[in-house]
């Protein structure tokens, strides 16, 4: 409504309020009279109902207007000559200073920016409860019950008289009509008054209720400032009331319409002198020169992918978004974190990505809309589709510059590509996968969300990509899975011959040294897997993948120098022993691997040689706290030095895990690369935030599945962004993997594992 509609609103309803007061108490005497019930209904509390209601609080209550709402009704109550005949005075009492006190709370939170859940939960209370509609009506309906229960007719025609001015639109409706009818000319088009505007970018304009469909692609919105006409593309609508229609638009300011280029002359004429009159056109109302002109805009031709602006508190790194479109509109269903959207810097398309969403909290301008979202989205840059790169992209967009949603068909996957930009067909490559194993890289997540699917990936890319051919890959696996499931990749995959490796390690499982160091089978363990990797090492290109399962072996060591029933002499026959966990296991063969790297070194950079793949890496390489014993945490520790020392030797780490807090930071840290998919724990979160940022860690715990935050060194990235992982079973599909040679691969690893 009209600031004209609401004062005519208002004014109808406290001289219906007053006619209706002067027939129950027989006069209008009770404006004077304060002991008269009608005084204390009509002056202290319709009144101020509808004052409220249209001119002091139209759209929404502030927390400053809530203080003045309860502090006003405080003194009426006050001001009752006898508090005991006003049913619920005391509990209002209570009720006002609460009110009064939420909305303080409000103001002071403001002040020192914390808490922001208490301050939300105080601002709904101040929002709902201090409205002038809602407090003094605790005062109306009060002074009914105590004054007028007596006499059923007045009442009834209170009451009523109250439910049809707070609960319905009754008058408004009425009101609106003479209006509606005074601007519609001949061909249907509108006019209405603009409520809202950045000049030359974003107006919001009160309308009629319109009866006809508004599309993006034809619907204009004429906007006459002083002598020029300016145009706004249609973005969306709001239905308020049965009368009253709220328009949105984005101003496409290159092009300006004159009275001569308008084509009808009802639509030249309703446009009036008005200088704040908006006028709801098709595009076809313009005559041709400037339509051809419009539809060669890029705004225009954009319009129907238009989302909302840029508006105010945007930055550098983070633009906050008005968003127009509602929930009546297709295109507010893709409208969520993760979403990817455009705005121009400097007449350059740059990507967003939306990282969160508030409500109308703090919308500070009077405009009936509903409901109001602002998102806030991070600046991605500019996206090459040529060489699918993410190009840095300085500054920031103007402010109430469109931003747009993303619509792109489905493209062919680069080769390198491990995922793309959300909703888009934005791929998102790997840049040097040399870096993806050198520089070492961590897939965190909770349980099924797909980390195992994506180390398979990047195992897959390593052996196919031109830049890692030489390179061989060690999987330590706790899970069993790898060497099928890598198989169904297309990878070619052997195992270590662990029938020999159990048997040449058994006959030493209880050997007892004097010296504890010597003892156990430990060391007949290590000259097995360094014969292992040697041989894996200097084998056939076809087979780059060994998996090895750390459980499979029985592997002993004497926990202290020997022990023996014959005075200290041999046989050792007390001596105790322990097996060896996983991270112990583990430590062996990384030690060994590292020592084949070093000494294949040739004292210049090669390139990745070797990448250890620790799959269900907190029970092989746990953090100091989460260890079991003294030998997991020394175990941990030489494992952290091996892919400390790694890099220079082309040695380098893969750690899949979905416990986080339980992995070695040691280790963790030294991870460049970084995909993070689910994550609910705190201490999980907190250690990604200095790797992604606080924005993306508090997006972890809603990530969809196959979803994931990336960041680092090995990827086409200049900052962290969430991403969409190629789908699995196309993957499966399109693998270079023929399941017709199955037998020629079992063969192969088959003779491999003897050689070995």
Not at 200 to 218: H, I, Q, R, W
Not at 589 to 598: F, G, T, V
Not at 719 to 740: A, G, K, Q, T, W
Request: proline share 4%; aromatic share 8%; with cysteine.
């Amino acid at each position: 409504m009209t600031a004209i509609q609401r004062i005519s609103v208002a004014t109808i309803e406290v001289l219906a309020f007053f006619i209706i007061c002067c027939t129950l108490s027989g006069s209008f005497e009770f404006i004077r009279d304060t002991s008269s019930p009608f005084n204390l209904l009509f002056l202290s509390s319709a009144v101020s109902i509808i004052l409220g209601k249209y001119i002091s609080e139209p759209f929404f209550t502030t927390p400053l207007g809530a203080i003045s709402n309860s502090i006003a009704a405080f003194l009426i109550l006050l001001a009752v000559n006898n508090p005991d005949n006003l049913l619920f005075y005391w509990p209002m009492m209570a009720l006002f200073i609460v009110i009064l006190a939420c909305s303080v709370g409000v103001l002071l939170l403001n002040i020192i920016d914390r808490v922001p859940r208490i301050k939300r939960c105080l601002l709904s209370i101040s929002s709902a409860l201090g409205k002038s509609k809602v407090l003094y009506s605790f005062i109306y309906l009060s002074g009914v019950l105590s004054y007028l229960r007596s006499d059923p007719d007045a009442f009834a025609v209170m009451i009523v008289a109250w439910a049809i001015v707070v609960c319905t639109p009754f008058f408004e409706a009425i009101v609106r009509i003479p209006f509606s009818f005074a601007k519609k000319n001949q061909h249907g088009s509108l006019k209405g008054s603009i409520v809202d505007s950045i000049p030359g970018k974003y107006y919001v304009a009160s309308f009629p209720s319109v009866d006809k469909t508004l599309e993006a692609s034809s619907s204009l919105l004429l906007l006459k400032q002083g002598r020029k006409n300016w145009i706004a593309c249609y973005v969306s609508k709001i239905e308020i009331l049965p009368f009253e229609t709220i328009a949105s638009g984005i101003c496409i300011p290159e092009i300006l319409i004159k009275n001569s280029a308008i084509n009808d002359e009802s639509i030249r004429a309703i446009a009036g002198d008005d200088p704040f009159d908006a006028l709801l056109i098709n595009k076809n109302d313009i005559e041709n020169s400037s339509l051809n002109a419009l539809e060669e805009n890029p705004v225009f031709l954009s319009a129907h992918q238009i989302i909302g602006f840029v508006d105010e508190q945007s930055d550098i790194e983070t633009i906050r978004i008005r968003v127009l479109k509602t929930e009546s509109d297709d295109l507010y269903q893709v409208i969520h974190e993760g979403t990817v959207v455009e705005s121009s810097i400097r007449n350059e398309r740059v990507l967003y990505q939306i990282i969160n969403g508030v409500d109308r909290e703090n919308q500070c301008k009077a405009i009936a809309l509903s409901p109001f979202v602002h998102a806030y989205a991070k600046k991605l840059g500019s996206y090459d589709a040529t060489r699918n790169i993410i190009n840095n992209v300085k500054w920031l967009p103007e402010l109430g510059s469109p931003v747009y949603a993303r619509n792109d068909g489905e493209d062919d996957m680069p080769e390198l590509a491990i995922g793309k930009l959300p909703g888009t067909s934005c791929s998102i490559c790997l840049k040097d996968i040399n870096a993806l194993i050198t520089h070492n890289t961590a897939i965190l997540g909770i349980l099924g969300v797909g980390k195992s699917c994506l180390s398979f990936e990047l195992i897959q890319k390593i052996t196919q990509a031109e830049a890692t051919q030489n390179t061989k890959i060690i999987c330590l696996d706790l899970t069993n899975e790898y060497s099928n499931a890598l198989k169904q990749y297309g990878v070619s995959v052997c195992d270590p011959d662990d029938e020999a490796i159990i048997s040449a390690i058994q006959q030493d499982y209880r050997k007892a040294t004097k010296s504890k160091d010597e003892g156990g089978n430990s060391e007949a363990f290590r000259k097995e897997m360094r014969s292992t990797i040697e041989t894996f090492m200097g084998g056939s290109r076809d087979s780059r993948v060994l998996v090895i399962n750390p459980e499979k072996y029985e592997v002993s060591k004497q926990t202290t120098d020997g022990k023996s029933s014959n005075y200290g002499k041999p046989p050792f026959d007390l001596t105790p022993f322990a097996d060896l966990t996983p991270a112990e296991i583990t430590r062996i063969i990384s030690e060994e691997a590292l020592d084949h790297c070093k000494s294949s070194f040739t004292g210049k950079a090669e390139g990745a040689k070797l990448l250890l793949v620790f799959e269900e890496a907190h029970s092989l390489v746990p953090e100091w706290s989460s260890a079991a014993n003294d030998g997991d945490r020394n175990a941990a520790n030489g494992t952290a030095r091996v892919i400390l020392q790694g890099r220079k030797y082309g040695l380098g780490s893969m750690i899949i895990t979905q416990r986080t807090a339980n992995v070695s930071k040691s280790i963790l840290n030294q991870c460049n690369t970084i995909f993070a998919l689910r994550v609910f724990d705190d201490t999980g979160k907190q250690f990604l935030e200095n790797y992604v940022g606080s924005d993306y860690a508090a997006m972890l715990p809603a990530l969809e599945e196959r979803h994931a935050i990336a960041a680092g060194k090995a990827l086409k990235l200049t900052c962290p962004v969430e991403i969409e992982l190629n789908d699995r079973e196309s993957l499966v599909r399109s693998s270079f993997y023929n399941r017709s040679d199955a037998e020629t691969e079992h063969q192969m690893s088959a003779s491999l594992a003897e050689t070995i």
